[in-house]
Structure formats: structure tokens, C-alpha cells
């Protein structure tokens, strides 16, 4: 992880677990690894500096191409928003309900409303029990569950290029403790794992770089990954 963000990457460490974070529900791995974000420059929690900094991105590309006076605020506001509605429609394609949470957490924080603003960096961190009144700020439902996290993720990653960074590199760590779960559990571990390394494959989450850390049994015993014979290809 040092390495990569010596290489300009972000990193995120999760620690597998059958309680805590299991395989099969994604988004509670996407949402320890938002907690667990680290840069260069924050070494854990950078969720919200990336978030930040990427709105204020916008404002200095406005100025430096020189097309509105920079003592005029309403008028780099304005083409601040322009400059983010472009910026808005990869990420609106691939994850309209994170496009408009950021939307709602940049005029929540415009005006003031940090109790909004904190909310939805929440509910973008895939936080659960965010307040009903936060989300219809944004015009989202509900918590982000095992396959908006997915997409998240996706969102997460083109801040992130826009932002200048390599990438994200995200490490499972522990992911033997698949082998010790009952078999059904396992089933869908190993499954959902198998759908994302797909997925990867298949270019849905450029820059991101997967690295899966077991014992040597998870690879090559009865439990681990040879049960699914196209991940064990995958892997090996």
C-alpha cells in the first residue's frame, strides 16, 4: 500500500469477517474500506478530503482557464456547476444516485448545512441509518446495499481519476476466514468474489487494482477456492 501511494494511488485495507464484513455483503466491505481510504496526503479517512478537494478542483480549473473574473463569485460559481455537470455524466451513467448525493452534499455545503452536508458524505460512504430528510435532500431512498455499493465503488473511482490519482488499490485481507463460515455463507463469499474479479475483468472498475491476501489452504484446500473451479483458474 506504501508503494502504490508512493505510485499516486489511494489505498484500502478490509479485513474479512463473517460478522463484521462478510464477502457476501459487499457493501459492508465497501463500507469499511471508505472508512479505511488513505492518500498520500491523509493517512486514513480521506474519503471526505477526496471529496473536497475534487469540488475545489472544479473552481481552480475555472479560474485557470481564465474565463470569469475570479472576484466574481456568482459568476465562477456558475460555471463551476457547468464544469461539474460535465464532469457528472460518467459518473451519472454508471451511478445516478451517487451523482446526485454529491450534487446535494455541494449546495448543502454552499449554504451552510453541515448537518446535510455530514449526512450525505454518510450515506456516500455507504453509512446506514443516514435520516430520511438528509437522503430526500438528494432524491435518493434507502441504504446502499451489496450491489449500489458496486456501483459506489465505480463512482469512487472516476472522483478519483478526475482528481489526478493512479487509482485505488484495495486489499482483502484475511479472506481465508471463508474456509470456517457454514457452507452456504462460504458459497456466496466465494461467489460474490467471483462476480467482482469479473467485473474487474470485464473493465467495469478502471484504475482499481485487487489485491487478495490467504493462507496457503484457501487457494489450494477442500474449502477454499478450488470448490469454484472458474475462480480458482481466476486466481491462479
Known sequence: Q????????ATAEVQISETETPLHRLETVYRRGIEQLS?????????????????YGLEEDVLEEGSVDPNDGAALAAKAD????QRLVEITRATPQFASALRAYRTAQRSGDHATAEGLAG???????????????????GDVDHFAALSFLR?????????????????????????RVRTDVREKGLN???QFIDDIDSGRFPNLYLLITGTPAFYDGPQGVRRLEPLAQRLH
Open 155 to 179: 463512482g469512487l473511482l472516476l472522483i478519483l481519476k478526475d482528481s489526478g490519482y493512479s487509482g485505488l488499490v484495495l486489499v482483502l485481507d484475511e479472506i481465508e476466514t471463508l474456509q
Open 192 to 194: 460474490a468474489l467471483r
Open 2 to 9: 506504501e508503494t502504490a501511494k508512493r505510485a499516486g494511488f
Open 123 to 141: 450515506w456516500l460512504a455507504g453509512q446506514p441509518h443516514v435520516a430520511a430528510s438528509i437522503k430526500r435532500a438528494a432524491g435518493v431512498k
Open 39 to 55: 492518500t498520500p496526503d491523509c493517512f486514513l479517512g480521506a474519503f471526505r478530503s477526496i471529496i473536497d478537494g475534487w469540488f
Open 82 to 85: 457547468e464544469l461539474l455537470e
